[in-house]
């Protein structure tokens, strides 16, 4: 094992255990505030948000026209996990960019910033499943990346049930609808309307919206980007402990 492959499983082991620590006192309170705080957005702003992950999420489960990248073959395994860090670091640049602009733009920017932000995340994601070396024409692979999404951004309690069904995944998948229509889409979308609503509100506010704005999306991306590289660090160790299953990687 390289030093490189070593400190690649020490930072997966921790983020396993993070994924897996029960809800805390702390959790339960920013859910209980986060309800509260939905209430006072006006409803406009809610709908637009309900609407893009909905455009979002039927446009993953039906079609595959997101990625443009064919799966990368017959690579090591250190050099999919850089191309992937630089293909994270060129999306985190793009977001925060797009996030300043339509933070200065007002309220009605504001309010674009919510689909352009989805868009950035997915293709983000389908970038990633190929560099891993993973076909996301595949059904299944296009619900895995539904998983990591919502992984990312959810609160502590759907955040352990999500990862239980990510590290078992050759298992689960095996019991998943035939029917694409049959996702639970809607508990989705409330998570992560629930989490990313607080962290996006204050781009809405004059004055402060561009640089809340540019922070705001650098931190949504670089947590998807965390999420979705342990989440296939995961998968690849799992294909090497299990040598007869033909996995990418």
Known sequence: MTPEEQQTRVELRAWQLRMQRRPSFLNNFA????????????????QAITGAIRQ????????????????????????REAEVRSRIRDYRTMATAEGA?????????????????????????????????????????R???LHVFQLAFSSQQARNATYRRLADWDAYR????????????????????????????????PVIGAAVGAVANYKLI????????NCYRMRHFAA???PARQLPG
């Open 240 to 242: 090497e402990a299990a």
């Open 101 to 141: 602009v339509t933070g200065a733009g007002g309220f009605l920017l504001g309010l674009a910033d919510f689909p352009l932000l989805i868009g950035l995340k997915m293709k983000l994601l389908f970038d990633i499943a190929a560099l891993y070396g993973y076909d996301v024409h595949d059904y299944t692979e």
């Open 56 to 79: 979002m999420v039927r446009g993953v489960l039906f079609g595959s026209q997101h990625t443009t990248s064919k799966p990368l073959a017959e690579a090591a395994f250190a050099t």
């Open 222 to 229: 670089e947590q998807l980007g965390d999420t979705a590289m």
């Open 174 to 205: 095996l019991g998943l609808p035939l029917n694409p229509e049959e996702f639970d889409w809607r508990t989705f979308q409330q998570e992560y309307r629930d989490y990313i609503d607080l962290a996006k509100m204050a781009q809405l506010v």
């Open 143 to 145: 619900l895995y990346l």
């Open 31 to 46: 859910h209980r505030v986060q309800v509260r705080l939905n209430a006072l957005l006006p409803e406009k702003v809610h």
